[in-house]
């Protein structure tokens, strides 16, 4: 099982970046996937949420009408949409997926830094 995220690096505020998380080893579409970061100091928080059918998804608050998480199962990979970035959407972005029952598998994680 691998979840392979890409797509980080440095931006300036206002700025955008789409992330990638390739997934294998896996029944992609059977799992939901979710986005996580993790500033320093901080506990890893979820960020936005897709279930198996892509759906209505979930985001939090602080990101909400700012990033668009979407999946493409022919590509066994999730995305994570992100513009209008400030400068504390600063972190580490994870991406999980879950089976909602048992199994859940996760990235190693992508740093993004929003800084002039």
């Known amino acids: 099982v691998q979840l392979v995220e890409s797509g980080g690096g440095l931006v300036q505020p206002g700025g955008s970046l789409r992330l990638s998380c390739a997934a294998s080893?896996?029944?992609?579409?059977?799992?939901?996937m979710s986005w996580y970061r993790q500033a320093p100091g901080n506990e890893r928080e979820l960020v936005a949420h897709v279930s198996t059918t892509g759906g209505i998804p979930y985001y939090d608050y602080s990101v909400k009408g700012r990033f668009t998480i979407s999946r493409d199962n022919a590509k066994n990979t999730v995305y994570l949409q992100m513009n209008s970035l400030k400068p504390e959407d600063t972190a580490v972005y994870y991406c999980?997926?879950?089976?909602?029952?048992?199994?859940?598998?996760w990235g190693q994680g992508t740093r993004v830094t929003v800084s002039s």
């Open positions: 999980k997926a879950s089976d909602g029952i048992q199994f859940q598998y």
């Open positions: 080893g896996f029944t992609f579409s059977r799992y939901d």
